[in-house]
């Protein structure tokens, strides 16, 4: 008896150690933005430049919000690899209202844009020049495990990073064309080959940021990139299900219009 006591004392140690090593691989979890103390737009552009970084555009969400778009050599040097070009841009929210800003952190969707590319000691630097100058930002409640980022989608059935949308085909100069008839809210250079353009939304559409969270504002402008003749922008259902990843099922269903909507105005840019 002693001995089948022993044995089953030495199996449960077994179990413990093994539980407590399963808990230490587990992956770490990856904040979507890095939150921080309210500046202005001007105190927040400056900072940007004055560490290297290239003010793409400022986009007003509403009356007190406002996203500041922006990019760096190292980001543009990364988007110009096939299929990457969304990871051509940054940007920072500057919320008025909850007097707060908060950037879309580099980490987090430099594992979901770069896939297989995703080079950590690139992103962990920008996200480390961000907190050099924008000091005391934290982590927001918005995050995902490690693991999961890459291959993220909301749920059973819904589209992942790779499954984009094309919205136009054609030559890049007669997308670009088409595109700039349009104001849009910023076009950046990539490659010669390459560009990204951010556009406006109807209100009626942008709108669901203020139905399922303001504080994600960074989710806009929308951005098309525009690549080996095509113009294609990341599937609605993947993009703001990745910008706002505590989102429930509920909270989606009351923007399930907004998706198509996105899809529709993209399209009309190029007819």
């Known amino acids: 008896q002693m001995c089948i006591r022993d044995r089953e004392m030495v199996m449960l140690k077994k ?4 539980f407590f090593v399963l808990i230490s691989l587990k992956a770490d979890d990856i904040s979507t933005y890095l939150v921080g103390d309210y500046e202005d737009v001007e105190s ?3 900072k940007l430049s004055g560490s290297g970084f290239e003010v793409v555009a400022t986009y007003p969400l509403d009356k007190d919000g406002v996203s500041v778009v ?3 050599d190292e980001l543009k040097k990364e988007a110009a690899k096939k299929d990457r070009g969304f990871m051509g841009v940054l940007r920072v929210y500057i919320d008025k209202k909850e007097n707060t800003i908060s950037f879309t952190n580099p980490v987090y969707f430099g594992k979901a844009f770069m896939q297989d590319d ?3 000691d690139i992103f962990k630097s920008l996200q480390e020049k961000i ?13 995902l495990d490690d693991g999961d980022i890459k291959e993220y989608h909301f749920m ?3 589209p992942y990073y790779t499954d984009f949308e094309e919205v136009a085909k054609g030559s890049t100069n007669e997308l670009l064309a088409k595109a700039k008839a349009h104001s849009p809210v910023f076009v950046l250079k990539i490659s010669d080959e390459k560009y990204l353009v ?8 942008k709108g669901f940021v203020q139905k399922i969270g303001r504080k994600n504002g960074d989710v806009l402008p929308y951005v098309i990139s525009i690549e080996d003749n095509k113009a294609k922008i990341l599937h609605p259902k993947f993009y703001i299900a990745l910008s706002y990843p505590k989102l429930s099922m509920g909270k989606f269903m009351t923007i399930s219009n907004i998706p198509g909507d996105i899809i529709d105005e993209a399209e009309v840019i190029f007819k």
């Open 156 to 158: 059973f059935g819904m």
């Open 131 to 143: 907190k050099a100058k924008f000091k005391n930002l934290k982590d927001s409640k918005e995050e």
């Open 70 to 72: 922006f990019t760096s």
């Open 44 to 46: 927040v552009k400056s």
């Open 198 to 205: 951010g556009f406006d939304l109807k209100p009626e559409t």
């Open 118 to 120: 995703y080079k950590e």
């Open 15 to 18: 179990l413990f150690v093994l």
